[in-house]
């Protein structure tokens, strides 16, 4: 994720203190990982070199100086062009399964128990989305279903490649 | 040996249709309160494993211990007794009387077993309001959407507090939304009856309410929280 258009997108709705920045971050976003207070620093002095936000106003107080940040006209047609990006599909044709799976194919080992293994531990990790998903609001429960579909769509695959297991271990000249 | 305190456990069932060996030596157990999942492809032999484990169907050898009884030594009168108070049923569909009102359906286990029809109504209601279908006890089955149609077919399927359900496919004939809500009331209400519940389905998304699953393949069975 882009952590630059996330915050500029946040900045939007109106100026902000670095601090308020990473806290709507974090309650929006950072659900599994939460912002480091130097990464919303570093990020908020590149957007400033590059135009896309400006300082708001700074206040002053006993530890370090407050800076206020707002977005500039260039930094909103910034995120227009970013959410209108569509992101590239991640195919995963390099998969590390497979390459275990032929692995296994092609050392005689028992690759249907690999696949089984595999899929105790994604069924696993789905119960634990699953049951987040049910204690959680709304948003919680968006994340957590666009986590299972992909593993839901993992599980499928190791299915078909289950139910393929000898073909392939002939493709591959096992 | 049966694992300790088990509701209900199967011990190398097997069962043929003609030449095909549906069941090939698979093993089961279930503890009280337990969600297990049993999964695989079609034709792995999971329906019929759930058959033979709720005494509908007789395998060809094996054993299966319900309670410490071998279910094979009962009478038929007995096991349909069994069934009828112990356990409770859900299917993918075509389970609710259509002639019946959704209350009648829901309270007809109690009707069956002697309780007047008062008396099982207001229960039958109770377990409508759990599923969020009390509105609909009027209508018959016929009225009502697939997913009101499931959450009614829930209710009456714990309506004569069973220790044991069999969910075939409860989600089969669902969309994803509707699917997943029903998921969550038969789980929650499972939970707060210390019900097991023996899940069948070939869906993951449903599998992931379970508390573990178990993998029917070629008629054989595979505990895969034993297996990690």
Sequence with gaps: MSIGHTLLGLLESGPRHGYDLKRAFDEKFGHDKPLHYGQVYSTMSRLLKNGLVEVDGIEA?????RKRYAITEAGITDVGAWLATPEKPEPYLSSTLYT????????GRDAADLLDTQRAEHLRMMRVLTDRKRRGDLADQLICDHALFH?????RWLELTAARLDKLGKAVGA | MTPAGALLTAR???????PTHALDGAEFSIHAGEIVAVMGPSGSGKSTLLHCLAGIVTPDSGTILYNGRELSAMS??????LRRTEFGFVFQF????PELTCVENVALPLRLTGAGRKAAERTALGWMERLEVDDLKGKRPGEVSGGQGQRVAIARALVSGPRLIFADEPTGALDSLNGERVMELLTEAARSTNAAVVLVTHETRVAAYSDREIVVRDGRSRDMERAI
């Design chain 2, 76 to 81: 038929d009168a007995e096991r349909s007794a």
């Design chain 1, 151 to 155: 593993l839901e769509a993992d599980l």
């Design chain 2, 94 to 97: 075509g389970q609710l009387v």
């Design chain 2, 12 to 18: 190398d069932l097997r069962k043929a249709y003609g």
């Design chain 1, 100 to 107: 275990k799976v032929v692995l296994a194919l092609l050392t």
């Design chain 1, 61 to 65: 107080g006993d530890g370090p100086e």
